[in-house]
């Protein structure tokens, strides 16, 4: 198993930004696919964004899109999702996931909080 921690979580207005990080621990981490998801209060995990092992190919879902960045830095084995321009929508714990392949999710982190008021 890959160890997978997120950080950067907060309690922001809305409009604000957070930046997130994924550390992981294993030694397969530049080979793998990272994602992210969130589960919002009352709300089915939902998926967020995909960054390759290379960063050559990115995926956001439509809520997302324009407002959300996915990033690795593997020499750091970290994975990023940067965030601006905030909604209260966005009020979820968000998870890292990482596999080898498209949908498969091998290890997952402890999830971040959140909140985002208006």
């Known amino acids: 198993q890959v160890q997978l921690v997120e950080s950067g979580g907060g309690a922001v207005q809305a409009g604000d930004s957070l930046r997130l990080s994924c550390a992981a621990s294993g030694r397969t981490f530049s080979s793998t696919i990272v994602n992210w998801f969130r589960q919002g209060p009352g709300k089915e995990r939902e998926f967020v964004a995909a960054i390759s092992s290379s960063s050559d190919r990115v995926y956001y879902s439509a809520s997302a899109t324009g407002r959300f960045t996915i990033s690795r830095d593997n020499a750091k084995n970290t994975a990023y999702l940067q965030m601006d321009s905030l909604k209260p929508e966005d009020t979820a714990v968000y998870y890292c996931?990482?596999?080898?392949?498209?949908?498969?999710?091998?290890?997952w982190g402890q999830g971040t909080q959140v909140t985002v008021s208006s």
């Open positions: 996931a990482v596999g080898t392949s498209i949908g498969n999710f091998d290890s």
